[in-house]
């Protein structure tokens, strides 16, 4: 049953800290995205990648936040420093495009990593 | 702007009794409109995927229709193990990001 896996499931640090969140895919699927979940904005795309590249990370604080693909099953996503706003659940995804439609990618979600900034 | 909403907010229903969640919808151009569930403490997960207007799609209990401003998903006898998060998401044209609602939470009561 393939599965996206994300580590730590858990993470409570003090604001200023570095915090690495990381994903591994789905085998095959050449697409990753983060997001961001928090009761306030709901689920918010921060970044995601094909095949390995960044296409977009227009969600991102770009100060603090910073996210890469050192190979196809790696995805890495760094705050530094980390602030107590950054507290959420940070979710991980891959996706290949259907093979039924005009391109649309089907996205299957890790368990995500909450985050706990104090 | 790409905007998706969810109605309503929170649903609360007896077990057996058949309703449905709104999904409305602006993009500029749908590539797909995605239905997720989603558990306490755990990560969306996939329900259905619809491209065009007219199509329905079927799972169990859920049945998710489309039109060309918005989503229905409805869900029939409902079970209590039913109760959970819907979330509703779109893709547009170009890109491959998609665009949550805010959701809605469901709980089916025994």
């Known amino acids: 049953d393939a599965r996206v896996t994300q580590t730590p499931r858990h993470k409570v640090t003090e604001m200023g800290q570095e915090v690495t969140m990381r994903c591994q895919p789905i085998?095959?699927?050449?697409?990753v995205f983060w997001y961001r979940q928090t009761m306030m904005q709901g689920l918010e795309l921060l970044a995601y990648?094909?095949?390995?590249?960044?296409?977009?990370d227009s969600g991102m604080p770009k100060d603090r936040f910073s996210a890469e693909m050192p190979d196809a099953t790696l995805a890495t996503l760094k705050i530094q420093p980390s602030e107590p706003r950054d507290s959420a659940v940070y979710f991980c995804?891959?996706?290949?495009?259907?093979?039924?439609?005009?391109?649309?990618?089907?996205?299957?979600f890790g368990p995500g990593t909450r985050l706990t900034v104090t | 702007e790409d905007q998706v909403t969810q109605s309503p907010e929170a649903l609360r229903l007896q077990e057996g009794e058949s309703s449905s969640l709104n999904c409305s919808y602006t993009?500029?151009?749908?590539?797909?409109l995605f239905w997720y569930r989603q558990d306490p403490g755990k990560g969306p997960e996939f329900l259905f995927t619809l491209y065009s207007a007219g199509e329905e799609k079927e799972k169990e209990r859920l049945k998710a229709t489309l039109t060309k401003k918005e989503s229905f998903l409805h869900i029939t006898a409902p079970k209590p193990e039913d109760s959970a998060t819907y979330l509703c998401?779109?893709?547009?044209?170009?890109?491959?990001?998609?665009?949550f609602g805010t959701g809605t939470r469901l709980l089916v009561s025994p």
């Open positions: 993009v500029s151009g749908l590539r797909g």
């Open positions: 085998l095959g699927h050449n697409t």
């Open positions: 998401a779109v893709q547009a044209r170009g890109f491959q990001k998609l665009v």
């Open positions: 995804a891959s996706g290949f495009p259907s093979m039924f439609s005009n391109g649309g990618y089907e996205q299957y």
């Open positions: 990648f094909r095949n390995r590249a960044p296409l977009d």
